[in-house]
């Protein structure tokens, strides 16, 4: 019989299929597991409303517990209450800004690249609707920061 602790293990392993440097556990989607009678059951909370990644974030975490032998599986979307930054582990903040994203944090971000706080936005949309568009003034660079949500 598998525990919990394990399929937590197992989901930290899971990239998120936007931003790969992020486990979906470090990301904070995965706000469940349960297993009882032989059942695995993982609630999810999506980054925001119809985000389009939702469909593959729940492929991957079937294919990763299939992979390890689970047979009985439940995915749940749990959309109470809404995902938060808040949620992302703070050991990804840096994860975030090595692959060039600016972690969330209130007023503007900091540059992901050369650390500088002189910014400015460029779009309110980035790469993803869960990040904005940006530019360091300081080192020129162009990069998407997480939204504070």
């Given at each position: 019989?598998?525990?919990?602790?394990q399929?937590?293990q197992?989901?930290?392993?899971?990239?998120d299929?936007?931003?790969?440097?992020?486990?979906?556990v470090?990301?904070?989607?995965?706000?469940?597991?349960e297993v009882?009678?032989?059942?695995?059951?993982?609630?999810?909370?999506?980054?925001?409303?119809?985000c389009?990644?939702?469909?593959?974030?729940?492929?991957?975490?079937?294919a990763k517990l299939?992979?390890?032998?689970?047979e009985?599986l439940q995915?749940?979307p749990?959309i109470?209450?809404?995902?938060?930054?808040d949620?992302i582990?703070?050991?990804a903040h840096?994860?975030?800004?090595e692959?060039?994203?600016?972690?969330?944090?209130?007023?503007?971000?900091?540059?992901?690249?050369?650390?500088?706080?002189d910014?400015?936005?460029?779009?309110?949309f980035?790469?993803?609707?869960?990040?904005?568009?940006y530019?360091?003034t300081?080192?020129?660079?162009?990069?998407?920061?997480f939204?504070?949500?």
């Amino acid at each position: 019989m598998v525990e919990a602790a394990q399929i937590w293990q197992w989901l930290s392993e899971v990239p998120d299929p936007e931003i790969p440097v992020l486990s979906l556990v470090d990301l904070g989607v995965i706000r469940a597991v349960e297993v009882m009678d032989g059942m695995v059951r993982i609630k999810v909370t999506p980054t925001y409303s119809g985000c389009p990644a939702t469909t593959f974030i729940n492929l991957d975490i079937e294919a990763k517990l299939r992979s390890k032998g689970i047979e009985k599986l439940q995915i749940e979307p749990q959309i109470a209450p809404p995902w938060s930054t808040d949620w992302i582990k703070p050991e990804a903040h840096e994860k975030l800004r090595e692959y060039g994203i600016a972690p969330p944090r209130p007023g503007q971000p900091y540059c992901p690249r050369c650390g500088a706080a002189d910014t400015e936005l460029l779009s309110q949309f980035g790469s993803t609707p869960c990040k904005s568009h940006y530019r360091c003034t300081a080192c020129l660079e162009p990069f998407d920061a997480f939204k504070c949500l």
